[in-house]
């Protein structure tokens, strides 16, 4: 039972502070459940940002549910799943029903001014972290590059770009 509830604690901190979503978040939940607890390896971080960046849905919940049942199985899934939302659905409702009563408030503009340029170092930041663990060696680097290129030069679909990547690995980890 206390894990359970370290783990919706550890999630709903995450959720509460994940500015940005998506890969911005990805350096808090790797501080908090490997350095910060110990639930998994970052082998298994990585494993996990592949896995939910390939199911749908938001990345934060995707990971939150796979620590979750690693943790404390399908309970421990529900929990860390319900953590992780539970903030962001509750300011979200907030903003909403305020934002348009504030938005013309120049203090308004200078907070979202101050939030963009930090969401995009979260983002390099865990970028850094995820591309240390991942890129092992020259085919990682080559994979990793092509990748790039492919969503950010050739526009092509992420899922279109995550099925040739691992083609690409059956090819030069498996048959070379």
Request: glycine share 10%.
């Amino acid at each position: 039972m206390i894990a359970l509830i370290k783990l919706f604690l550890t999630f709903l901190k995450v959720g509460a502070f994940s500015f940005g979503g998506g890969y911005a978040v990805l350096s808090l939940i790797q501080k908090e459940v490997i350095e910060g607890n110990g639930w998994i390896s970052a082998k298994d971080f990585i494993d996990i940002v592949a896995i939910a960046e390939m199911t749908p849905g938001p990345i934060a919940v995707n990971s939150s549910t796979y620590v979750g049942y690693k943790v404390g199985s399908l309970a421990g899934s529900a929990v860390a799943t319900f953590g992780v939302v539970l903030a962001p659905i509750t300011i979200s409702l907030l903003v909403s029903v305020y934002y348009n009563k504030f938005k013309h408030l120049e203090q308004v503009t200078w907070i979202i001014r101050g939030i963009r340029p930090a969401v995009l170092g979260l983002i390099a930041a865990a970028c850094i972290k995820i591309g240390k663990a991942s890129i092992a060696d020259i085919r990682g680097a080559l994979i990793a590059l092509l990748a790039f290129a492919g969503v950010y030069k050739l526009k092509l679909n992420p899922i279109i770009v995550i099925l040739i990547s691992g083609a690409l690995g059956v090819i030069l980890y498996g048959i070379m």
